[in-house]
């Protein structure tokens, strides 16, 4: 296990106590958000991932106070929302950027235009407004397009400006809600590289909303998962990758789904992801009745160790599934495997395993 | 041949520049009062940026009571408040007080609904920047609308226009003033005839301008 440590002097950037955040309706109260608790450091890449309808958009929306919680507080910078009046709060968002999945660029106003939005309703003087725009144009590389409308733009090129209309009053936290996934894969890459490089160039705390773990995994820290209004697990990506300990966090990692696979499968009562369909052809053989994940650090992909486990063990296991992952920037094997029937022989395979470095885990 | 004397001739430029000066006098003030009172509605209607269900639903009701009453009865109701603000009843200028009053909630509810149209994510991206208000209203809501702003002010200025050719039957000078008198009262249809074309003319060229002037302003189809 990799352990991250960072200085825990500073005060986190974004504080989250207790909140809950519930909807009134006519008919019945529905509870979106149920006692979240979490933090966020300066300059970390936060991700918060869940099914739609989880609750992470209104999440988000109390980080900036766009929704106003029930209960519970928030606190940005040592600020806390709640006590703060109408104009130091609309002062306070200028610090906090947004990116939304679409795009809510003024449709009537050029690029540049709509960059020197926030300048302007801050009250920058125009001539420094539009300097600061053609700047913040030429980082997301699209200078050539100042005095395009966003109706001649792709997708990708209008998220590209809607960062730079979020960077434009030099906000602290930049939150992204669902920012990419109204863009295809390639798209979505190039948005996440940009989002990478901004925050090691300017330091920017970066909190991002999504359904794909895809992202979370490409640029994110540290991850919260959401589920049903709670947070149902949090910490580093890279140990939630290795240790997944709720079942929503093992549905996305193991299974290797973003929750709108799972409703699918859901929807069509089998689920049973593709490798353990797989799994079941291969059972008559093996007969397997158990299944574990092994995820590979650094060191150990230098020595064989499926290899000279089954020389060692003198029994064949299956592998179901292998593959390497990007997490955080570094290279993680992962692979299930199909364990023999006979109990001992799957102690001394998981006993090898785990003397070998490996982090090992039961799949059902 | 003795129809279109020159004092005829006269009369019908007089006419057509009363009928411009009513409806154009009447669509300006229509929208002195309307605009703000359709920004209000759209404002604090249940899913606007200021809710205020008391104000709306005040707002909404008499909105609805006013526009339900025909022009013609309006026309009449309203002679006391023509009065007092013109000094007569009759002639053009006092024919502009009943058509802003009847004009005022119809240009409210097509501001109104203009201003729903604006994609709330925009408004949203607004507030997340932390806009006021009045910048939302006037930097965000009334530009993205604008197209639409504008096709509801031709339209509007067709109804006016339509509504300025009914108060001359009473009196209100104009282009319908003409018509009544020289085509219904004294059977000389070829002056009827003329005055409507003329009608016609007019709001087809401020119909063609509206849409023009919409078309050019509308940068989501570039």
């Known amino acids: 296990m990799i352990l991250i440590t960072k200085g825990k002097s500073d005060m986190p950037i974004i504080e989250v106590r207790g909140l809950y955040k519930t909807f009134e309706t006519k008919t019945n109260t529905v509870e979106a958000l149920k006692d979240i608790n979490f933090e966020v450091e300066a300059g970390d890449i936060y991700g918060i ?14 980080l900036n106070y766009l929704e106003t919680p029930t209960r519970g507080t928030v606190t940005v ?31 009537q106003k050029t690029c540049l235009d709509n960059i020197c939005f926030p300048l302007l309703i801050h009250g ?176 150990s992909s230098f020595e064989p160790v499926i290899a000279n486990m089954i020389l060692t063990v003198g029994h064949p296991v299956n592998i179901l599934k292998a593959d390497t992952k990007d997490v ?37 | 041949m003795g129809t279109w004397t020159p004092e005829v001739i006269q009369m019908i430029i007089r006419g057509i ?39 709306y639903r005040v707002l909404d009701v008499v909105t609805n009571i006013m526009r339900s009453i025909p022009f013609l009865i309006l026309l009449i109701l309203v002679i006391p408040i023509t009065k007092f603000i013109v000094g007569k009843s009759y002639g053009s ?27 709330h994510g925009v408004v949203e991206a607004a507030q997340s920047m932390g806009a ?15 197209v639409s702003l504008i096709t509801g002010a031709t339209i509007t200025f067709g109804t006016i226009l339509g509504y300025s050719a009914m108060a001359g039957t009473v009196g209100g000078g104009g282009l319908g003033d003409i018509a009544i008198r020289y085509g219904y009262y004294r059977y000389q249809a070829d002056i009827m005839i003329v005055t409507v074309i003329l009608l016609v003319l007019l709001e087809q060229i401020f119909q063609i301008i509206g849409m023009r002037m919409a078309t050019v302003l509308d940068k989501r189809h570039v």
């Open chain 2, 17 to 55: 520049l009363e009928t411009l000066y009513m409806t154009v006098l009447s669509t300006v003030f229509g929208y002195v009062l309307g605009l703000p009172w359709g920004i209000v509605l759209a404002v604090t209607d249940q899913d606007g940026i200021r809710p205020k269900t008391g104000v």
């Open chain 1, 124 to 299: 920058t003087p125009k001539g420094e407004a539009r300097q600061k725009a053609a700047q913040l144009l030429e980082t997301v590389g699209l200078s050539d397009k100042a005095a395009a409308y966003p109706a001649q733009l792709s997708g990708g090129q209008r998220q590209r400006v809607a960062i730079a209309r979020a960077l434009a009053c030099d906000p602290k936290i930049l939150l992204c809600d669902e920012a990419t996934s109204a863009l295809d894969p390639q798209t979505t890459q190039s948005i996440l590289q940009l989002l990478k490089k901004i925050n090691q160039e300017t330091g920017i705390t970066i909190v991002i909303i999504t359904h794909q773990m895809s992202v979370v995994r490409e640029i994110c820290r540290h991850v919260a998962i959401v589920e049903n209004g709670e947070i149902v697990e949090n910490g580093l990506v890279a140990d939630i990758f290795t240790h997944p300990k709720s079942k929503a966090a093992r549905r996305l990692i193991i299974e290797g789904k973003d929750p709108d696979e799972w409703e699918k499968e859901n929807g069509a009562e089998s689920a049973t992801p593709g490798n353990a369909r797989a799994a079941d052809l291969t059972t008559p053989i093996l007969h397997e009745n158990r299944r574990i994940r092994i995820v590979f650090g650094t060191t």
């Open chain 2, 132 to 146: 006021g208000l009045w910048q939302i209203i006037t930097k965000v809501l009334l530009p993205e609308a604008r």
């Open chain 1, 77 to 107: 910078e040592g600020q806390e929302l709640g006590k703060l009046g109408d104009k130091e709060l609309r002062d306070l968002r200028s610090s906090i950027g947004m990116i939304f999945q679409g795009f809510n660029l003024l449709m």
């Open chain 1, 49 to 62: 991932i869940g099914m739609s309808g989880a609750g992470k958009s209104t999440l988000v929306r109390c």
């Open chain 2, 93 to 119: 200028t006092a024919t502009i007080v009943p058509l802003v009053i009847s004009a005022a909630p119809f240009i409210a509810r097509m501001v109104e609904s203009s201003l729903k149209e604006v994609d």
């Open chain 1, 328 to 364: 955080g920037g570094t290279a993680r094997g992962e692979m299930i495997l199909g364990l023999p029937e006979d109990k001992d022989v799957q102690e001394k395979v998981i006993s090898y395993l785990r003397e070998h470095g490996l982090d090992v885990e039961e799949v059902d």
